[in-house]
T-cell receptor
Framework: DAEITQSPRHKITETGRQVTLACHQT?????MFWYRQDLGHGLRLIHY???????NKGEVSDGYSVSRSNTEDLPLTLESAASSQTSVYFC?????????????FGPGTRLTVT | AQKITQTQPGMFVQEKEAVTLDCTYD???????LFWYKQPSSGEMIFLIY??????QNATEGRYSLNFQKARKSANLVISASQLGDSAMYFC??????????FGAGTTVTVRA
C-alpha cells in the first residue's frame, strides 16, 4: 500500500544546530507540503513543492528550507534551530489536477529545541 | 486576513446525539475545495469529507455530512449519532487553485457517555 512516512518521529536538539526532517511518499504525488502545528494555530504551511526541482515558500518559511531532488522525498531543514521552532511537523502530499484531491498526511515529527 | 475561521474552540456532545461544527471561509477564487480532517489524541490527520465549490449537493460520508452554504461562505460539519471514538480535534481546511491548504484553528469535540 502507498504511504507517506516521516522520520524521526521525535527529535530533541539544541539551539543553533542544523536539523533535517525526512518525508517520503510512495503515492507518486507531484505535490508535497510541510506544515507545523502549534496550539491555537491549526496547521501552518512552511514550504511546498509541485514537482522535482520546484520549491516554494509558505506563510511561515523563515528559518526553514527544502529541496526536491526526486518525486518521493521532500526533506525539511532547520538551518539553525531556535526554541520558537519547537512544534509538531507534518508532511503531506497530493495529486495535481482538478478534483477533490485530499492531502495525505504523514504521522508527524515532534521536535523539541532546547 | 484569515481564510478559515472556526469559532468553537471546544464542544461537548452526548453519545448518540448529533453535533455541528462551524466553519466559515474567505476566498475570491471561484474554484476551491473544502475539507474536514479529524485529529485524535494519537496525532494523525484523518481525512473525513470533501466539498467542491461547484458541487450542487452537500457531501456525505457515512455519519459525516457537510452543510455547504456557498453564499454565506460556510461549510459546517455535521456528525450524526456521535460515538466515544469521535472525541478528537476537527479541522476545517480550504484548498484554492494552487493546491495549498489553509487550516482553521480547530474545534475539540468531547463525546460524553
Amino acid at each position: 500500500d502507498a504511504e507517506i512516512t516521516q522520520s524521526p518521529r521525535h527529535k530533541i536538539t539544541e539551539t543553533g544546530r542544523q536539523v533535517t526532517l525526512a518525508c517520503h511518499q510512495t503515492w507518486n504525488h507531484n505535490n508535497m507540503f510541510w506544515y507545523r502545528q502549534d496550539l491555537g494555530h491549526g496547521l501552518r504551511l512552511i514550504h511546498y513543492s509541485y514537482g522535482v526541482q520546484d520549491t516554494n515558500k509558505g506563510e511561515v518559511s523563515d528559518g526553514y528550507s527544502v529541496s526536491r531532488s526526486n518525486t518521493e522525498d521532500l526533506p525539511l531543514t532547520l538551518e539553525s534551530a531556535a526554541s520558537s521552532q519547537t512544534s509538531v511537523y507534518f508532511c503531506a502530499s497530493s495529486e495535481s489536477g482538478d478534483g477533490g484531491y485530499e492531502q495525505y498526511f504523514g504521522p508527524g515529527t515532534r521536535l523539541t529545541v532546547t | 486576513a484569515q481564510k478559515i475561521t472556526q469559532t468553537q474552540p471546544g464542544m461537548f456532545v452526548q453519545e448518540k446525539e448529533a453535533v455541528t461544527l462551524d466553519c466559515t471561509y474567505d476566498t475570491s477564487d471561484p474554484s476551491y475545495g473544502l475539507f474536514w480532517y479529524k485529529q485524535p489524541s494519537s496525532g494523525e490527520m484523518i481525512f473525513l469529507i470533501y466539498q467542491g465549490s461547484y458541487d450542487q449537493q452537500n457531501a456525505t460520508e457515512g455519519r459525516y455530512s457537510l452543510n455547504f452554504q456557498k453564499a454565506r461562505k460556510s461549510a459546517n460539519l455535521v456528525i450524526s449519532a456521535s460515538q466515544l471514538g469521535d472525541s478528537a480535534m476537527y479541522f476545517c481546511a480550504m484548498r484554492e487553485s494552487d493546491y495549498k491548504l489553509s487550516f482553521g484553528a480547530g474545534t475539540t469535540v468531547t463525546v460524553r457517555a
